[in-house]
């Protein structure tokens, strides 16, 4: 599991290629940008009024020009460091994921699990991919929590590399399914709840069309990792990972002679680890578990399973600090992707950015002011990837303008479910995204170049369905 160090990061390129620059510069870049950006863009600022859940929201005629804050030397030196500390969460959660997985590696349940699996599906390997994206994708739209993609990433990776696939497959399987799921929003209550009830829209009203939506982006999901799933299988050296995976592969070559043995401990360490999945699916759903009880959980979990299992004390602490260094990179992703927003808003520009978007959105006819409202918020979601922290920034200004632009506030939030949902696997600012690409070892560039198809057919469905939403006058039913 130890990878050597060019296998996280953006890998090495192909002779005759151009290196690509390491996902640490493309980041540094945009937040010197941003930087920059506090010189030159006009200080600004709307006022804070009370909103719904307790949140509070921009008043949309508050906007007003401030005194300047460009950003100065020990500002910016410490901008990535306040990023780790804002996105500590998920920081902390990547990195236990990844400690706690290699726990379970070393008992051998995994590769208990992954064996016998593998050999139940050898001949029909390429229906795993729709077994695991359905209900993925029904999770995420139901509960809107496309972060437990670092979950899922480190249990299947294993048995889709044994099935012959690889590891973007692994990757898309989570990514994919939950970003879709999490999209179209049925009953997602991190932003279609949320935004209705600041656009004063009945809560999970338009179920109808969501359902629609969920049934298409999860369709063209499917089929879309399930094509390059079969032409990897079929032809391994059509992978853009597979030098990488190679490695990967070697370490599961053991289970070519049969799965580690059902030992008593081993088989205890199952009912172990079964009854902390039963506590986790109980405290994200009934009691509203999010990253920080579940690192805890997993931490808990890990050591418990292991010393079931038969590890001793130093073994699992091995283990732990051997996969948070696979996952280091993922982590400090996270917080370099957060100092973009910490430097927008120490230069007091966020709110400028979101009154120019929500401006040249006013601008547009109204038969296309859904695609405006939608290229709105997919700009916006680069610099404010959270769903919820879009949802109050942004609804209260999108809201009122819908009725301006002579659309519905309804269509104005399928808008900003469709701006927010798809970019989050692939902005680079997107850390919890970008922290699975760790996980399975895909770097950002190669991802962007597998999944641009994709997002260009999500995209048209979503223009589609919001054209519908317009045309026909879609409202609260």
Not at 95 to 124: E, H, Q, S
Request: overall charge neutral.
């Amino acid at each position: 599991m130890n990878a050597p160090i060019h296998s996280v990061s953006e890998g090495r390129p192909a002779r005759g290629r151009a290196r690509m620059p390491h996902i640490y510069v493309i980041l540094l870049a945009v937040v010197a940008l941003a930087a920059g950006a506090t010189y030159l863009v006009p200080a600004g600022a709307y006022d804070l009024v009370p909103g719904p859940q307790g949140r509070e929201v921009v008043d949309p005629d508050s906007f007003h020009l401030v005194e300047r804050a460009p950003l100065g030397p020990v500002a910016l030196m410490t901008a990535i460091p306040r990023g780790l500390v804002d996105a500590a969460e998920v920081v902390v959660f990547t990195l236990l994921i990844g400690g706690v997985f290699m726990v379970l590696r070393a008992t051998g349940i995994i590769d208990l699990g992954v064996g016998r699996l593998a050999r139940l599906l050898a001949r029909r390997g390429l229906l795993v991919v729709p077994l695991l994206m359905i209900p993925f994708a029904t999770i995420a739209t139901l509960i809107g929590t496309p972060e437990l993609s670092l979950v899922y990433i480190p249990v299947i990776l294993p048995l889709l590399l044994r099935l012959g696939f690889d590891s973007v497959t692994a990757a898309a399987v989570a990514l994919c399914s939950t970003a879709a799921g999490f999209t179209a929003g049925v009953t997602n209550p991190v932003t279609v709840g949320l935004a209705q009830e600041i656009a004063d829209v009945p809560l999970y009203s338009g179920l109808g069309l969501r359902t629609v939506l969920f049934v298409c982006v999860v369709a063209a999901a499917v089929l879309f990792v399930t094509l390059h799933a079969a032409r990897v299988r079929r032809d391994p050296e059509r992978s853009p990972v597979r030098a990488e995976d190679e490695s990967r592969r070697a370490e599961l070559a053991d289970l070519d002679d049969g799965p580690p043995e059902a030992t008593p401990r081993r088989k205890a360490g199952i009912l172990v680890l079964a009854g902390f999945v039963a506590l986790l699916l109980y405290g994200v759903l009934a009691l509203g578990w999010f990253l920080l009880e579940l690192s805890g959980l997993f931490l808990v979990m890990g050591v418990t399973v292991g010393l079931v299992a038969g590890l001793g004390a130093t073994r699992i602490c091995d283990a732990l600090t051997d996969g948070m260094r696979d996952v280091l990179l993922g982590a400090m992703v996270v917080g370099v992707a957060r100092a973009v927003a910490v430097v927008l808003e120490d230069g007091r520009i966020l709110d400028t950015i979101v009154h120019g978007l929500a401006s040249a959105a006013q601008g547009v006819p109204p038969v296309l002011a859904p695609l405006g409202m939608l290229l709105v918020q997919a700009t916006f979601n680069f610099v404010v990837p959270s769903g919820s922290g879009q949802a109050v920034i942004m609804m209260p200004i999108m809201a009122p303008l819908a009725d301006i632009l002579g659309t519905t506030r309804q269509t104005a939030v399928l808008a900003f479910q469709i701006g927010d949902g798809f970019a989050n696997v692939l902005y680079p600012t997107s850390g919890y995204f970008m922290a699975c690409l760790a996980l399975a070892r895909v770097p950002w560039i190669t991802w962007v170049r597998f999944v641009w198809p994709l997002m260009l057919t999500w995209l048209g469905i979503g223009a589609t369905a919001l054209s519908v939403a317009h045309a026909t006058g879609w409202g609260p039913v």
